[in-house]
């Protein structure tokens, strides 16, 4: 990667250093000098020389991650997903397990057994018991619960809650969280009240930005939903506290609209969701791009601290700040895990070093959106936990040999969020050339000089977890 200039829509220059991992600003001369690599008689170029500002980044992609790394992973995880059911009471025309993609159609129909989640939650508390003290604070253990549809699978869900209220995580405090549609959530508020769920609702505003969320008889679910929120909101305070909203952002979204929709009915904002963009080789890859809309959140409504994330260009320099700085961490795991610090190909996390995603078949895989090809660990017939880690690295080591070359020659190498199991293959649309990099920064600082108060917001609203 070379040193970059570029100039924002203020005429103002600027240099990127790879080297250095800086951005500082540049007088004109100096940006026409750079361009034309004359600069021998200019003092300020000279001096950026020598202090390795000009330098070429090449990235040292050596680092593998090794079993230990794996292991460390679990014993640090915060989080276990169980998929319920892969059935499913609403038939979304947007569904990520629609004819609309390909990548997340690996999935066989069916539902979670009790002895499949009591296996995972027996085989975590032994893993946790050999956690080494380190003095810092544990963070809480989410249990938490997916489909399809979840509630669709209640029995189970209330199985499991139970028993994990009866084991010992070694001092972490549980907390029970799900996604739902919220179509069955009225019948069994008593039970997700009494145990204090953190619930995330899919609901996309008002019945007409919410009329892709279907019926499997076609019938739009706006009106099912949107009374059983108002059921829990009016009976059942506190769970309606717990309850947080995720509007996918389609062709049918006007953030304002939304946003005052929200507020008005629940008074709390939603998050926002990007439409997954569709595979080619998809069978209705034409309907799912004709959904498909960026996500434009007005200025004023934007800097608000609830919303401050929600916005595409406050993410994209929020992950400059803190990717680029080479000083962040997100939990006391990555601050004992060398790994973490080390720099490889692609945005991929470590496996398990986040969640653990259970099947409804007892398969383990590092997240709910990757690839379902190989399972990375499973319950066995004898009812056993197996998760070999030296295989787990040697698969994710070979797929960084793979993206090395590609990786390389990438200039959004050191902010990269592209998480190569969700690919089928090896083609990246997130690689960036030098131009469309220069692009990019000239846009976010374009921005930032208009809005210069936005990264001391970031700082001061922004808690990394």
């Known amino acids: 990667m070379e040193a970059i200039t570029f100039k ?42 020598k202090e390795g500002y000009l330098e070429n980044f090449d990235s040292d ?36 397990y629609s004819d609309g993609y390909t990548v997340f159609q690996k999935r066989r129909n069916g539902k ?11 085989s975590l508390v032994e893993i946790f018991k050999s956690k080494v003290a380190t003095g810092l604070r544990s963070e809480p253990f989410a249990i938490s619960f997916y489909g399809g549809e979840p509630l669709m699978n209640f029995p189970i869900i209330k199985e499991i809650v139970e028993y994990a209220e009866l084991l010992n995580f070694e001092g972490k405090e549980i907390v029970f969280t799900m996604t739902t549609n919220a179509v069955l959530i009225d019948k069994f508020a008593d039970f997700l009240c009494k145990h204090k769920f953190r619930i995330l609702i899919s609901l996309d ?12 008889s076609g019938k739009e679910s706006f009106d099912i939903v949107y009374k059983n929120l108002k059921y829990i909101q009016k009976n059942y305070p506190t769970l309606f506290s717990y309850i947080r909203f995720n509007a996918v952002y389609t062709n049918k979204s006007e953030a304002r609209d939304i946003l ?28 799912i791009k004709s959904m498909y809309k960026e996500i434009e959140i007005p200025y004023e409504l934007c800097m608000q601290k609830d919303l401050i994330l929600e916005s595409p260009i406050h993410k994209r320099i929020f992950e400059f700040c803190t990717k680029l700085s080479g000083h962040t961490y997100h939990d006391e795991g990555e601050l004992s895990n060398d790994i973490f610090r080390s720099n490889y190909p692609t945005g991929t996390c470590v496996p398990f070093s986040k969640r653990i995603f259970v099947t409804f078949e007892g398969n383990l895989f590092p997240c709910e959106k990757i690839n379902r090809d190989i399972p990375w660990g499973y319950v066995d017939s004898s009812e056993r936990l197996i998760i070999n880690a030296s295989t787990i690295a040697e698969r994710f080591n070979s797929m960084l040999d793979k993206y090395e070359r590609i990786c390389s020659t990438c200039y959004l190498q050191q902010c990269c969020t ?43 609203n922004v808690v990394l977890k």
């Open 205 to 216: 505003g008002n019945k007409k930005h919410d009329s892709y969320r279907k019926t499997v």
């Open 260 to 287: 005052n929709f929200f507020m008005t009915e629940f008074g709390k904002y939603p998050q926002f969701s990007q439409l997954h963009k569709p595979d080619l080789a998809a069978k209705e890859v034409d309907k």
């Open 8 to 49: 924002t829509e203020s005429g103002n220059s600027y240099l990127y250093s790879p080297a250095r991992k800086v951005v500082i600003p540049i007088p004109q001369h100096a940006d026409e000098g750079l361009l034309s690599d004359n600069f021998s008689n200019n003092d300020f170029l000279v001096i950026l020389e």
């Open 112 to 122: 979670l057994e009790f002895s499949t989640a009591k296996v995972v939650l027996d």
């Open 418 to 460: 592209k998480c190569a199991f969700q690919s089928a293959d090896l083609n990246c649309d997130n690689k960036k050339s030098k131009e469309q990099f220069r692009n990019i920064l000239s846009k976010i600082y374009s921005y930032i000089e208009k809005h210069p108060d936005i990264v001391n917001l970031l700082k001061e």
């Open 61 to 96: 992609y050596s680092v593998r991650i090794s079993a230990k790394d794996i292991e460390n992973s679990i014993r640090d995880v915060s989080q276990v997903v169980f998929e319920m059911t892969t059935a499913c009471n609403l038939k979304c025309e947007y569904c990520c």
